[in-house]
């Protein structure tokens, strides 16, 4: 199957600083990705789905401002955590929209765990 | 809004029994359903999908049959192995593209 990989798979960072994180489509283009934060033993949650070209769609209560995502080719979408803080830690799941014919799957990348010191 | 309920576990079985993790959503029309899995210190992979309604998707012995008059799509596989030891999620497609997913279930097979 196709392959989504993400960079870096884990991060630690100081309060204050930024990370970015890089989601890519390997085999394949993705005009829509997906970004979700799954917390400890919990379920993924949808952050925004980002769009090639064009301004990434943020469900209700996610800051923009703060996780600011860029999809500017139709292999790599990323996340920039800004000014992180402790409760930004998490472990961030992007996955990538391959449609073929009338088929459509999505591929999801093996995750990056952020840990905000 | 979407939604997806799925059963709460963790479920404990003894290899070769058999397994049921039940699902059920709430969706505007007929999303296609899918089933993923998440093996310990690894990402989510897709195990099966169905597309309409009566489709039957199958994966490595996995069963799942996408019932519309119950709006379910209950996961079951006939003898369970230890290597089937991991988290399961139930994610029927969202309006935008999005998959809405389960808490997921945690599965263990004891040898």
């Known amino acids: 199957g196709a392959v989504v990989s993400q960079h870096p798979s884990r991060v630690i960072c100081k309060s204050g600083t930024s990370v970015k994180i890089e989601c890519r489509s390997l085999d394949f283009q993705a005009t829509t990705m997906f970004w979700y934060r799954q917390f400890p033993k919990q379920s993924l949650m949808l952050m925004a789905t980002?769009?090639?070209?064009?301004?990434?769609?943020?469900e209700q209560g996610v800051e923009k401002d703060k996780f600011l995502i860029n999809h500017a080719s139709l292999t790599l979408s990323t996340l920039t955590v800004t000014s992180a803080h402790p409760e930004d830690s998490s472990f961030y799941i992007c996955?990538?929209?391959?449609?073929?014919?009338?088929?459509?799957?999505?591929?999801f990348g093996p995750g990056t765990r952020l840990l905000v010191l | 809004g979407d939604s997806v309920t799925q059963m709460e576990g963790p479920v404990t079985l003894s290899e070769e029994a058999f397994l049921t993790i039940n699902c059920t959503y709430t969706a505007t029309g007929y999303p296609s359903l899918f089933w993923y899995v998440q093996y310990p210190g690894e990402g989510l992979q897709l195990l099966l999908k169905a597309t309409k309604a009566d489709d039957k998707g199958s994966n490595k012995g996995f069963e799942a049959t996408y019932r519309k008059e119950t709006t379910s799509f209950h996961l079951e596989k006939g003898s369970v192995q230890v290597s089937d030891s991991a988290v399961y999620f139930c994610a029927p497609a969202g309006s935008g593209g999005n998959l809405i997913f389960g808490k997921g279930t945690k599965l263990s097979v004891k040898p």
């Open positions: 980002s769009n090639e070209g064009s301004k990434a769609t943020y």
């Open positions: 996955s990538a929209r391959d449609l073929v014919g009338a088929e459509e799957t999505q591929y």
